[in-house]
């Protein structure tokens, strides 16, 4: 394969309701009066506001495959993109402190 090349790709992806992302940050902004990561705490205002919406992510604290379960906005976690492809190396996101602990020691 040389770099550059076309392959075709398929899979499955597995979708939210895109008005969930929508109720976290409005539930964030209702308990703290402004936008922070959880994880990092990394506030919005450190970002410019045309980066804001790729920046902040919105993720299951459990797997998708588990979607019964899962019911509203406290299921997700509001986190930067830097936090979200780092707490993917674990299998399982684990909570804020221990996610914290392991990353600044
Ligand atoms: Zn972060």
Known sequence: MSEGEKKLLQHFKRER???L??????S???????LQLEYC??????????YRKSVFEVDNRRLLSEA?????VDDLAFLCANCHRTIH?????????????KLHG
């Open 17 to 19: 309701r895109p008005q």
């Open 21 to 26: 992302r929508d109720m976290k940050l409005k």
């Open 28 to 34: 964030v902004m209702r308990e703290l009066g402004f």
């Open 41 to 50: 705490g990394t506030a919005a205002e450190a970002h410019p506001p045309e």
């Open 68 to 72: 019964s379960t899962i019911n509203g």
């Open 89 to 101: 190396v674990d299998a399982e996101m684990p909570a804020v402190d221990v996610f914290c602990r």
